[in-house]
């Protein structure tokens, strides 16, 4: 009975601690198998911020080539509005060149009627004058 009691004891004592023994090895396990989740966490978390890091250097060259361009451009279209303003300035001499050599190629078209006629005038006043 005493006896009994204390195999019954030794027994529940023995059973605890090989339950002690499972249970710390299970912890063990789940430590271990923590550690290695952890470590590729790690390992996925660092690769992601790389690819970020990658995604964000293109993006940024992306960009930059984007503003070289669009400078690009813009000197293009100024040099372009430059060009044209050279070009209406020019059209706007030569009309008034033009107008001018109008003006005086009608003054010397009038200039040479009245010296056709003066000539004309002047041989039949010859011609007037052999006959008399």
């Known amino acids: 009975t005493l006896q ?9 004592v023995v059973q605890l601690r090989k339950e002690v023994k499972d249970l710390k090895e299970q912890c063990a396990t789940v430590d271990e198998t923590h550690q290695d ?3 590729e966490r790690d390992k996925l978390l660092q690769a992601h911020a790389e690819d970020l890091e990658a995604v964000k250097q ?7 080539a984007a503003e070289q361009e669009l400078l690009e451009s813009s000197k293009k279209a100024d040099k372009l ?3 044209l303003q050279q ?9 008034a060149e033009m107008k001018a050599l109008e003006a005086t190629l009608s003054e010397n078209e ?13 041989s039949k ?8």
């Open 37 to 39: 989740a952890a470590l």
């Open 4 to 12: 009994d009691s204390e195999t019954k004891k030794s027994s529940e």
């Open 110 to 122: 009038a200039a040479l009627a009245c010296e056709q006629q003066a000539t004309s005038n002047a």
């Open 87 to 95: 070009s209406e300035t020019l059209v706007t001499t030569l009309r």
């Open 58 to 64: 293109q993006c940024s060259a992306k960009v930059d």
């Open 81 to 83: 509005s430059d060009d």
């Open 125 to 132: 006043e010859r011609d007037e004058a052999r006959i008399r």
